[in-house]
């Protein structure tokens, strides 16, 4: 079983940054793609990021060039790190392991 735990959220100004983290429990961690997606109420859940075992990151047009996802596998953690943020990126954040296991959410506000 594979356990996942977020931090980092909070809340911000727009035009802020916060980097989120995801601590990932097993030994599996390393060999599978990790990602993150974001949820607002009443809404469906969106994907945000991804980055593969081998480190080929892909992101959703609307943080493309905000974003950044990254992984270091020696602490079984990925990171997103978000800048230049805008009200519309509020939502609970959740990364997941291979859209298999996923974390329990982190909130983040942006003030406008």
């Known amino acids: 079983q594979v356990h996942l735990v977020e931090s980092g959220g909070g809340l911000v100004q727009a035009g802020g940054s916060l980097r989120l983290s995801c601590a990932a429990s097993?030994?599996?961690?390393?060999?599978?793609?990790m990602g993150w997606y974001r949820q607002v109420p009443g809404k469906q859940r969106e994907w945000v990021a991804t980055?593969?075992?081998?480190?080929?990151?892909n992101y959703a047009d609307s943080v493309k060039g905000r974003f950044t996802i990254s992984r270091d596998n020696a602490k079984n953690t990925v990171y997103l790190q978000m800048n230049n943020l805008k009200p519309e990126d509020t939502a609970v954040y959740y990364c997941?392991?291979?859209?298999?296991?996923w974390g329990q959410g982190t909130q983040v506000t942006v003030s406008s």
């Open positions: 097993g030994t599996i961690f390393s060999i599978n793609p």
């Open positions: 997941t392991l291979n859209t298999i296991f």
């Open positions: 980055i593969t075992s081998a480190d080929n990151t």
